[in-house]
């Protein structure tokens, strides 16, 4: 292991109080998905093989694209001296050296300090260590304050729901943008999630074997079958199930518009989720919650009024789509289990989903502004999203329909905040007949409609909200 003791050696340290004991502070670092849920979206990292528990010896290893040529960093972790810290070192990497200790310290019985310090060697050349010194303690700084933003959040929302024991959660869409999110968050918390995967008939239900090569997302535990045409499944999976949260659905901005995706659009919500939910009532093993996603989509057009979750739907397809797919699976009141839907306003994430073409436009041109600005988005961050739907998944209190947006900004301010955060111009402004001839019928349903939704009754279940304000959640993801 490095040892501070060269002149070479930087050391980078930073400290952040957590909203739980020790032990607790220490069991979130040692878990599965702690890893996803601290890596920075904004850097290129992917994470190549995960620990499977946090042993001396255990390797992790990530790939960093830094350049034309992804590098290979391989981690080795030892000591690991539970529930005080835990070290881990590279084996091979970016760095000439690199030691990472985990400090976990009490204070108090219901609160921690936990300490990030690092010792690292840029190069063995003192020159080169010096050029780079800057760059590398501004990285460090941002990727630690992000960090401690996600566990300190995390944690919080682990204490709002500390009544509640593990839970066994089925979870569909688990390899999209949210899905992610959630197997990653319950992981972190300490529940089970298992995917609920699509095959094609009878034959293959039956013969159906979960292995860890089959798993689009490994941070799922298990999985089971379902014959989404008939919506058969193997009820013996689905016994100590005690909630489902259901995202699956052909992507709402992933082609243009056709008359036959259209048709992809309902098939892959509507009928399959009532096939479901009529199977799993028939073979005796409804979870007591089901949650599903929905979108603010199912809102006519917007512009002065704020919304709330009584308003009707809208007449338009995005707004009858959304409404069937509630209705699809609202069935399971009748059968006793508690329902839930979140219906999501635009989900923020810089690696996927509205947000990239966006900063793509910043990065490549000048920002702009799209259609007269005056249009409202109802928008929320990626986890945000992750933590409402397990908040509704979780919270026995929650049910019904519930508006999952932070606060509205009209298209305007939008770009005006991206343009500040990514410090860039933001002097374009794109007329709508542009944006339709691009993407057709969507362009109306998707950014020119103007959402305002109120987020009151979210707020008032007492969710702890992580971004409420545009500007702090793109600085948060943009870091």
């Known amino acids: 292991m490095t040892q501070p003791n060269s002149r070479l050696d930087q050391v980078f340290e930073a400290s952040c109080n957590l909203p739980c004991n020790q032990l607790d502070a220490y069991a979130y670092h040692s878990r599965r998905g702690a890893l996803d849920r601290l890596l920075p979206p904004s850097k290129p990292v992917k994470i190549k093989e995960r620990l499977q528990s946090l042993e001396d010896g255990q390797r992790a290893t990530l790939q960093l694209g830094l350049g034309p040529i992804p590098v290979r960093w391989v981690a080795l972790h030892s000591p690991v001296l539970p529930p005080d810290r835990f070290v881990d070192c590279q084996l ?27 010792t ?38 682990s204490n709002k729901l500390s009544t509640a024991s593990p839970r066994r959660i089925v979870l569909t869409g688990s390899s999209g943008m949210i899905g992610q999110r959630v197997a990653a968050l319950a992981s972190v918390l300490g529940h089970q999630v ?21 798993k689009t997302n490994d941070l799922i535990e298990d999985q089971t079958p379902w014959v989404p045409s008939t919506g058969e499944i193997r009820a013996s999976d689905w016994e100590g199930v005690d909630a489902m949260i259901h995202l699956a659905g052909a992507g709402i901005a992933a082609h243009r518009w056709t008359a036959a995706y259209k048709q992809k659009l309902l098939k ?32 006519a057009d917007s512009l ?38 979140g219906r999501l306003g635009i989900a923020l994430d810089p690696l996927q989903g509205a947000l990239v073409p ?29 933590s409402a ?26 770009s005006e905040t991206l343009g500040q955060v ?16 691009i993407l057709g019928e969507m362009a109306d349903a998707l950014l020119l409609r103007s959402n305002r939704l109120s987020n009151s009754k979210l707020v008032d279940s007492g969710f702890p909200m992580r971004f409420l304000e545009l500007k702090p959640a793109l600085e948060h993801l943009l870091v």
């Not at 028939?282 to 809102?299: E, R």
């Not at 900063?359 to 992750?386: H, M, P, T």
């Open 268 to 299: 892959s919500r509507v009928p399959t989720t009532q096939k479901l939910v009529q199977s799993l009532q028939k073979h005796g093993c409804l979870p007591k919650v089901f949650v599903t996603a929905s979108g603010s989509g199912i809102y």
């Open 120 to 157: 690292y060697q840029v190069s063995r050349f003192g020159w080169l260590s010096s050029l780079a010194q800057s760059q590398v303690d501004s990285m460090l700084r941002g990727m630690f304050a992000y960090r401690h933003r996600v566990t300190n959040a995390d944690l919080t929302l």
């Open 304 to 341: 002065l009024e704020t919304r709330d979750e009584s308003a009707p739907a809208a007449d338009d397809f995005l707004g009858q789509l959304a409404h069937q797919w509630e209705a699809a699976s609202q069935q399971v009141e009748s059968f006793g289990s508690r329902w839930c839907a």
């Open 422 to 437: 990514m410090h860039r111009p933001n002097w374009i402004r794109i007329p709508k007949f542009a944006v339709r001839t």
């Open 194 to 214: 298992v995917a609920l995967t699509r095959v094609a008939d009878s034959s293959a239900l039956r013969s159906f074997q979960s292995s860890a090569a089959g």
């Open 358 to 386: 966006l900063l793509w436009q910043f990065r490549l041109l000048n920002g702009g502004v799209i259609g007269a600005g005056k249009e409202y988005w109802s928008w929320i961050e990626r986890d945000d999203a992750a």
């Open 92 to 118: 091979s990497g970016p760095f000439h050296a690199w030691e990472h200790q985990h400090i976990f310290r009490a204070d108090g019985e219901s609160s921690s300090v936990l300490t990030d310090s690092i």
């Open 389 to 414: 739907f397990l908040w509704l998944a979780i919270n026995e209190s929650c049910s019904g329909a519930y508006n999952l947006t932070g606060r509205p900004v009209t298209t305007a301010e939008f």
